[in-house]
C-alpha cells in the first residue's frame, strides 16, 4: 500500500515537474527581443531562440523589433498667412532600444501622434499658404529630426515622416485652380507668339540669305560677262592692231614710192615683188627683166 502510494506521488511530481518545464520553455522570433523579468524587475535580454525561464518566479515580455507606421489623423492647421488647411502625415519608426521602449512610455503611438499633431501645428504655423504646398519635403525632414530627437530617450528610431496631404479650403483651392489655369494660358500664348517670332526670324532670314545668294550670283555674272566682253575687245584691239599697222607699212611704201617714181615714165618691177601685189597687177602685165 505505502509503495503505491509512493507511485502515485512520483507520478504527481514528475507530471508537475514536466508542466513546469513546459511553460518555462519560451520561443523568441526572428523579428523579436525577450526581456526576462525575474519578480517583475528586468533581468536581462535574450535573443531569438529557445529559451528556458525559472518556473514561478520569472516571465518574459517579446518586444517586436519591425519597422512600424502610425497615422497622424487629418487636423485643421492655421497657417502663417490665416488660411487654415488640412493636414495629416504618417510616421514610421522601429524600436532601438527594447528596454527604454519597453519601460520608459507608457503608449508611444499615441504619444507620437500628440507629438507630430503638435509639431505640424508649429511648422506650418510659421509659413505661409504658398510656402506650405511647396516645402512638403522641408516640413517632413523637420519633423522627422523633431520626433527623432523627442523619442530617442523611448528607445525608438524615427525613420521617415511623410505628409500625406495638405488641404486648402474650397474656396482657396478653386482660386488657385482659376490661377493656375490663367498661369498655363499665359505661358501657352507666350509659347505660341514665340513660336510665331520665330517663324517670322526664319522666314525673314532665309529671304535674307535668297536675296544674298541672288545678288552674289548676278554680281558673279556680270564680272563673267564684263571679263568676256575685255577679252573680246582685246582680241578685236590686237586684231586691228596687226591689221592697221600692215596696211600703213604698205601705204607708207606707196608714198615713198610715189615721191621716188613721180618724174620716170617707166618702171622696172621684179617679178615676185609685193609691189605687184600692191599695185593690182598681174604676172601677164609685168614684162620680165632679160639679163
Not at 504619444?111 to 504655423?125: D, V
Not at 568676256?228 to 611704201?253: G, L
Not at 615713198?256 to 599695185?279: D, H
Amino acid at each position: 500500500m505505502l509503495g503505491q502510494l509512493l507511485t502515485l506521488l512520483m507520478v504527481i511530481l514528475l507530471f508537475i515537474a514536466l508542466v513546469a518545464l513546459a511553460r518555462s520553455a519560451r520561443v523568441v522570433s526572428q523579428y523579436e527581443k525577450g526581456l526576462v523579468l525575474r519578480l517583475g524587475r528586468y533581468r536581462s535580454t535574450v535573443s531569438p531562440g529557445l529559451t528556458f525561464l525559472v518556473p514561478v518566479i520569472e516571465d518574459m515580455l517579446k518586444v517586436d523589433m519591425r519597422e512600424r507606421v502610425i497615422n497622424v489623423e487629418p487636423q485643421k492647421v492655421i497657417t502663417k498667412d490665416n488660411v487654415s488647411v488640412t493636414v495629416d502625415a504618417v510616421i514610421y519608426y522601429r524600436i532601438s532600444d527594447p528596454v527604454k521602449a519597453t519601460f520608459e512610455v507608457q503608449n508611444f503611438g499615441y504619444a507620437a501622434t500628440t507629438l507630430a499633431q503638435t509639431n505640424l501645428r508649429n511648422l506650418i504655423g510659421d509659413k505661409l499658404l504658398d510656402e506650405t504646398l511647396t516645402a512638403r519635403d522641408t516640413i517632413n525632414a523637420n519633423l522627422r529630426n523633431v520626433l527623432d530627437e523627442a523619442t530617442n530617450t523611448w528607445g525608438v528610431k524615427v525613420t521617415r515622416v511623410e505628409v500625406q496631404k495638405i488641404d486648402p479650403p474650397a474656396d482657396i483651392t478653386e482660386a488657385m485652380s482659376r490661377q493656375m489655369k490663367a498661369e498655363r494660358d499665359k505661358r501657352a500664348n507666350i509659347l505660341e507668339a514665340e513660336g510665331v517670332k520665330q517663324a517670322a526670324i526664319l522666314q525673314a532670314e532665309g529671304v535674307r540669305q535668297s536675296e544674298i545668294l541672288k545678288a552674289e550670283g548676278d554680281a558673279q555674272a556680270r564680272i563673267t560677262r564684263a571679263t568676256a566682253e575685255a577679252k573680246a575687245i582685246e582680241m578685236v584691239s590686237n586684231a586691228a592692231e596687226s591689221f592697221f599697222k600692215e596696211r600703213a607699212e604698205v601705204s607708207k611704201r606707196l608714198d615713198v614710192l610715189n615721191v621716188v617714181l613721180s618724174q620716170q615714165t617707166k618702171f622696172i618691177i621684179p617679178t615676185g615683188s609685193e609691189l605687184v601685189n600692191v599695185l593690182g597687177l598681174d604676172d601677164k602685165a609685168v614684162v620680165p627683166i632679160k639679163r
